[in-house]
């Protein structure tokens, strides 16, 4: 199972740091991926952290503004998300998968295939 949490309302240029927290497995295991879905629009991948913590992807839209980590000893991955702007907003959701969890990231899937899925929390970028 897997928990996500941390979303808010926030002003645009702000931050927020969102939750993974993982029940019944070690994270170590597992690549974690971050999705996003905004209303009207499909979800999206924006971030993955790999198995070691060593590998990391993040969409374009995010790059240089999310970082991705994993906090080994809380069996937690954590997504930093500074300079947030409006187009940010969206629920986001971790994810991962008894099969291709084991990607190292490498290569980013639909979400359909992804079959073990926090509840998502509600990130909303505003002034």
């Known amino acids: 199972q897997l928990q996500a949490s941390g979303g808010g309302l926030v002003q645009p240029g702000g931050s927020l740091r969102l939750s993974c927290a993982a029940f019944?497995?070690?994270?170590?295991?597992?690549?974690i991926l971050w999705f996003r879905q905004a209303p009207g629009k499909e979800r999206e991948a924006v971030s993955c952290?790999?198995?070691?913590?060593?590998?990391?992807y993040y969409a374009d839209s995010v790059k240089g503004r999310f970082t991705v980590f994993k906090q080994k000893g809380k069996n937690t991955v954590y997504l930093q998300m500074n300079n947030l702007n409006p187009e940010d907003t969206a629920i986001y959701y971790c994810?991962?998968?008894?099969?291709?969890?084991?990607?190292?990231?490498?290569?980013?899937?639909?979400?359909?295939?992804?079959?073990?899925w926090g509840q998502g929390t509600q990130v909303t970028v505003s002034s």
């Open positions: 994810a991962t998968d008894p099969v291709f969890g084991h990607e190292e990231c490498k290569a980013i899937r639909e979400s359909t295939e992804y079959e073990l």
């Open positions: 019944g497995f070690t994270l170590d295991d597992f690549a």
């Open positions: 952290v790999s198995e070691s913590g060593d590998r990391r």
